[in-house]
Nanobody, 128 residues
Framework: VQLQASGGGLVQAGGSLRLSCAASGRTFSSYAMGWFRQAPGKEREFVAHITRSGDSIAYGEAAKGRFILSRDNAKSTVYLQMNSLIPEDTAVYYC??????????????????????WGQGTQVTVSS
């Protein structure tokens, strides 16, 4: 599967953005999906995870209470609604396929090494 992330941009602190991750192929519903982000000079950080059906969603600490993850399997797309953005959210945001198809999320954060088919990323910049 190939992933294409979009929706990033420049936004003022307190603003919102909605990122999209569109997948090619007809097997999108077979994959659990994740979002990660990477700021300059930092490790790739887990943001959120959604199961194949969308019935279970997990958020990293930075995303809790502010970000909302969803998916539309008919459109082969995952969405990350980001609200109340702060400058610390500035990063390149990546979507990826969870290589563990039926993961049960027992502990967080999820490691980036468990994910594949990384999209090219979309830049989010939050100004203060």
């Amino acid at each position: 599967v190939q992933l294409q992330a979009s929706g990033g941009g420049l936004v003022q602190a307190g603003g919102s953005l909605r990122l999209s991750c569109a997948a090619s192929g007809r097997t999108f519903s077979s994959y659990a999906m994740g979002w990660f982000r990477q700021a300059p000079g930092k490790e790739r950080e887990f943001v959120a995870h959604i199961t194949r059906s969308g019935d279970s969603i997990a958020y990293g600490e930075a995303a809790k209470g502010r970000f909302i993850l969803s998916r539309d399997n008919a459109k082969s797309t995952v969405y990350l609604q980001m609200n109340s953005l702060i400058p610390e959210d500035t990063a390149v945001y990546y979507c990826a396929v969870d290589l563990l198809r039926d993961r049960k999320v027992w502990s967080l954060p999820l490691p980036a090494a468990d994910f594949g088919s990384w999209g090219q990323g979309t830049q989010v910049t939050v100004s203060s």
